[in-house]
């Protein structure tokens, strides 16, 4: 097995600082800063390695038994994912400034956890192989369960984390039968193999002998159920259920990073499994994905006219931002092979979700601390007390709901919708028009209602207000407006990784 050590950088990294995060709390008991400080190094660290790794553009491998089979690369394409991971914990660190300095949360344990989650999200925009992929997402996905619950005497988010727990097992072990189904149908793990199809099984003894028609529906189960599993990671329906209450019960930067990087990390495994490792059963990968985008883009944008808490209104409209993020890929129900301008168009909404997404929530923490996020009735008035933070509110809300002046938010949905066309999914494309058409009632409701009359209510003390939330959010909403010039350029090269 060869291994270079040299594509295992970021992945040493950033365990590295879970391991120092820890013995920094243990040797330095009750000192919030040094903890605090090596953990936003050490994730700065993983952004730097990510950055050389993509202006140097080397293709490195590890744990490879062939010249197609290797379970790890880590290339331009890669690295450029594992920058933005880095990126969202750094800044969802950032936003728990306010958590961290009121002891809610034990400061050790927090950013060990937190570095872990970042050590499976480095692993898995480089994973080939169906193990290395479900073992870096669940990696990403597990501290999770005991962030959102780990606030000392808050009920809620013992109950979020339940319920959070209890739905990615269920949804896990889905995606585990699929993964099983895949490798009886094609003998083998990698995406080369799988990719292959069992054609090549003819005349073997893996399937039990069993024919390659036999195989071929072998293959199409598992892809399908492999893709139900993974589309939890997404807030995909029918997975859909955990996101409302473990978003509202968890501490919002938490809630900001699991709205984040675990979607983002949902759609990186479904472009694998979907795009790159089921190239033989397309139209099945394309309608299985087809329909999930469909319903959840409905039903999160019904549900979503209803609420009236904040961070339940923002979760689900992540429901419904879901299915923009998985429609481009339902065109490949009709494509005999996977353009550019499909895997683009699901990137490039992906990173303008993930950034407009996460100046929304620095923008609530920053009015309303770490701890809830209130009803919507709560924010009456903000426009006259916090002009910018509601600038910032307003610019994230508006490029969800692809309105100007969030024009990277515009620019993903055409970008949806070009691919849409292109693909032959016409009437996907319409779809997706007319659930952006219904999600502007609820984005322009919060908008209105952060101009209306009347007093912010249920606002934190000013003293526990720090300048961190603040610079965080402004940050994400200036490079959402960055990304309407260099995104499509960014996410093209990005779009490499599964061509």
Known sequence: ??????????????????????????????????????????????????????????????????????????????????????????????????????????????????????????????????????????????????????????????????????????????????????????????????????????????????????????????????????????????AHAWAPATYDGAPLPIAAYLSTASKLGGVVALLLVGVSAARPVLSTSGLTLAVLAAASMTVGNLVALRQRRMVRLLAWSSVAQAGYLLAPLGALIAADEVTPLLVAATLGYAFFYVVLEFAAFGALVAVRGAGDGGAIDDYRGLARRSPWLTGVLVLALAGLAGLPPGLAGLFAKVAVVRALLGGDATWLAIVVAVNAVIGLAYYVRVGATLFSPGEVGGEVPQRTRVPWSVGVSVTFAAVAAVLVGFGPELVMRAAGMFG
Do not use: N
């Open 1 to 238: 097995m060869r291994i270079d050590q040299v594509a295992l950088i970021p992945a040493y990294v950033a365990a590295g600082t879970a391991v120092l995060a820890l013995l920094m709390d243990l040797f330095v008991p009750g000192r919030r800063g040094p903890v605090m400080g090596v953990t936003a190094l050490g994730m700065a660290g993983v952004v730097a390695a990510a950055i050389a790794v993509g202006v140097w553009g080397e293709h490195r491998t590890a744990f490879c038994v062939g010249p197609d089979q290797c379970s790890l690369v880590l290339d331009p394409a890669a690295a450029i994912v594992a920058g933005v991971f880095a990126a969202l914990a750094l800044g969802a660190l950032g936003l728990s400034v306010p958590l961290l300095r009121t002891g809610e949360v034990p400061v050790g344990e927090y950013c060990f956890l937190l570095a872990c989650s970042l050590t499976g999200a480095v692993v898995l925009g480089g994973a080939r192989d169906l193990i290395t992929l479900i073992v870096a997402l669940e990696t990403l996905t597990l501290p999770l369960y005991l962030l959102v619950g780990l606030r000392r005497g808050a009920r809620e988010g013992g109950t979020a984390a339940v319920t959070f727990f209890v739905v990615s097992v269920v949804s896990t072990a889905v995606a585990l039968l699929g993964a099983a189904l895949v490798f009886t149908a094609t003998g083998g793990v990698h995406f080369s193999d799988i990719a292959a199809g069992p054609a090549h099984l003819a005349g073997q003894s893996v399937a039990v002998g069993a024919p390659v028609a036999a195989t071929g529906a072998l293959l199409k189960v598992g892809v399908v159920l492999l893709l139900v599993g993974l589309g939890f990671k997404v807030a995909a329906v029918p």
